[in-house]
C-alpha cells in the first residue's frame, strides 16, 4: 500500500465550498492535490496544483492526472437554468468523470450525493443525483458515495442565506419549520473523506454524511442567531414557492424547498462507527464561530 504523504488526488469543484475545505485539509495532511476547475478560477487555488477543465473532457487531463489514487468529485448544481441543467452538470459531467479516471487510471472515485436520494426521488436535483449514483456505481470503479445533509462551515449555503437575511432585518422560515436536518460539520466531513481515502471498509458504499443531531429548521434557526434578538418569520409555503417559480435570484430554490421541507434524516451512528470521529454538533460549531 502507499503511505500517506506519498498519495496524490484530484478534486474537481475545487473552488466550490466542500471542495476547497477538503483540499485544504488533504493537502495539510502532505497529500498531493490537484485542483481542477474553470479557466477564470484557476488563481484562487491555494492548497495545490490546479487544471482548467471545462467540462472533464480535454485530452491533456488523463496525462496530467495519471499517479491518483483516488478522484473526488465535487462539481455539483443544486439550482438550474436553462443553460446549466442538472442532466448537463450533475449527470453528464460525472460521465466524464468516469470516463478519465478510466483514461488516467485512477481506480477510486469520491462522489457527494444528497441525503435523501433514492430511487424513488420524484424531483430534478434528486434524479440527477439518482442518476450520477448510478453512472458511479455501475462504472467498475472502486466508490465511496456519501449522501449529505447541510454540510455547514464559514461560507456554507445555508449559512451564507441566514446570514444574509439577518443582514436584512429578519429571517424567514418557509412553512412550518417543523421539518428536520441533520448538519454536518465541514471539518469532520474532511476527516471522513480523508479516511475514505485510503481504508477498505469505504469500498463500494453509499454512506449518509450526516451530523450528530437532528433538529428542526426552527430550531435550527434559534440555535443559529445565538440568543441574538433577530426575528423569525414563518412565511406560507405556498408563498415560498411561488417566488422561487417566478424569482431566479430567490434565497431558497424549489429544489431547496423541496430538499427542506423533505425532512431527510440519515444514519449517523452508521458513519460514526465506521469512522470513530467525535463529530462536531451544529451547537459546537457555532459556539466556536466557525460559520462566521
Ligand atoms: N454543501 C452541502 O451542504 C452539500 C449537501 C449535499 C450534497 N452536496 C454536494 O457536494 C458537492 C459540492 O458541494 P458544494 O457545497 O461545494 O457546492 P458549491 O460550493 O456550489 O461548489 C460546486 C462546484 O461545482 C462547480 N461547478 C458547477 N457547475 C459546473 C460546471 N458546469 N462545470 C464545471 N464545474 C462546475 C463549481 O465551479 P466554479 O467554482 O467554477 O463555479 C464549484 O466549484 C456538490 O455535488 C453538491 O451537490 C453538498
Known amino acids: 500500500m502507499q503511505h500517506k504523504n506519498t498519495l496524490k488526488v484530484a478534486i ?52 496530467r492526472l495519471q499517479g491518483c489514487s483516488a478522484f473526488l468529485h465535487f462539481i455539483g448544481k443544486g439550482k438550474q437554468t436553462v443553460d446549466s441543467d442538472y442532466q448537463k452538470v450533475n449527470v453528464g459531467l ?77 429571517i424567514t422560515v418557509p412553512g412550518s419549520g417543523r421539518y428536520r436536518l441533520q448538519p454536518i460539520f465541514i471539518g469532520d466531513v474532511a476527516k471522513v473523506i480523508f479516511q475514505s481515502l485510503t481504508q477498505q471498509k469505504f469500498s463500494n458504499k453509499i454512506i449518509d454524511l450526516v451530523g450528530p443531531k437532528i433538529i428542526t429548521f426552527n430550531d435550527y434557526v434559534r440555535d443559529f442567531i445565538q440568543g441574538k434578538k433577530i426575528p423569525i418569520k414563518n412565511i406560507d409555503l405556498e408563498d415560498a414557492y411561488r417566488t422561487a417559480l417566478h424569482n431566479p435570484k430567490t434565497d431558497f430554490g424549489i429544489d431547496d424547498l423541496n430538499i427542506l421541507v423533505g425532512d431527510y ?28
Do not use: P
Not at 462507527?273 to 467525535?278: D, H, Q, V, Y
Open 12 to 63: 474537481t469543484g475545487a473552488n466550490g465550498f466542500v471542495g476547497k475545505n477538503v483540499g485544504k485539509v488533504l493537502a495539510k495532511k502532505g497529500i498531493s492535490v490537484i485542483g481542477v476547475v474553470r479557466e477564470d478560477k484557476k488563481s484562487s487555488i491555494n492548497f495545490g496544483a490546479a487544471l482548467t477543465s471545462e467540462d472533464l473532457s480535454e485530452n491533456y487531463l488523463a496525462s
Open 94 to 170: 460525472t460521465k466524464n468523470a468516469i470516463n478519465l479516471c478510466k483514461k488516467a487510471k485512477i481506480k477510486k472515485i469520491i462522489y457527494i450525493s444528497g441525503l435523501g436520494v433514492s430511487k424513488t426521488t420524484t424531483f430534478g436535483y434528486f434524479i440527477s443525483k439518482f442518476q450520477a449514483e448510478q453512472e458511479i456505481i455501475n462504472s467498475g470503479l472502486d466508490y465511496t458515495i456519501f449522501r449529505a445533509s447541510y454540510i455547514i462551515g464559514k461560507d456554507d449555503s445555508l449559512s451564507h442565506i441566514l446570514f444574509k437575511q439577518i443582514k436584512q432585518g429578519a
Open 265 to 292: 434524516i440519515g444514519n449517523h451512528k452508521k458513519l460514526k462507527s465506521m469512522s470513530g470521529i467525535e463529530f462536531k454538533t451544529h451547537k459546537a460549531v457555532l459556539e466556536a464561530g466557525s460559520l462566521s
